[in-house]
């Protein structure tokens, strides 16, 4: 039997958390910055996947940004960057990635190469080789340190699998 305790938060804190939201001068201050940080992170990520030549979905809005990674997984050329249409990348070889193929890149990029992505899979896309990078929870400089791990990453995976096809 599973037991969800339901409480609310404490009143000291509902306090301060009113009182930080009725300071106009502070709560517009603090989104005027958010917003900053958020473009200029978008940005920095942006521009190191460009420069990288790794296929996004430019993003809108939000913390979020779909990556299409399936060339590099198969090894060959994709060339979808801005077509909105996630997981159908114009013609790519990601029809021949299965979703195992995914899960194995994804747990390689995580334990050799400590970059957290999240699987295209959990969020239901329509074939492998898509996942969500979150640029929301990092120091901007690291940015384009992640995108150098995951080129770095996506060159050992096609080698181990060239390594493993010779055998």
Not at 51 to 68: K, N, Q, R, T
Not at 88 to 102: R, T, V
Not at 157 to 165: E, F, I, P, S, Y
């Amino acid at each position: 039997m599973v037991h969800v305790c339901l409480c609310s938060v404490g009143c000291p804190l509902q306090w301060s958390l009113a009182k930080l939201l009725d300071d106009q001068q502070w709560l517009t201050h603090y989104l005027d910055e958010n917003k900053r940080r958020l473009r200029a992170g978008y940005a920095l990520l942006t521009g190191a996947l460009d420069a990288a030549g790794i296929p996004y979905v430019p993003a809108s809005a939000g913390m979020f940004l779909w990556v299409d990674l399936s060339a590099a997984l198969t090894g060959s050329s994709n060339d979808s960057k801005g077509s909105g249409d996630i997981g159908n990348s114009n013609g790519s070889s990601s029809s021949a990635l299965s979703w195992s193929d995914e899960s194995s890149f994804w747990d390689y990029l995580v334990t050799k190469h400590r970059v957290v992505l999240t699987p295209g899979f959990t969020f239901h896309a329509a074939v492998p080789g898509w996942f969500r990078m979150c640029w929301a929870w990092l120091h901007p400089d690291s940015l384009p340190v992640a995108v150098e791990r995951i080129v770095a990453a996506t060159k050992g995976w096609q080698q181990q699998k060239q390594q493993t096809a010779a055998k």
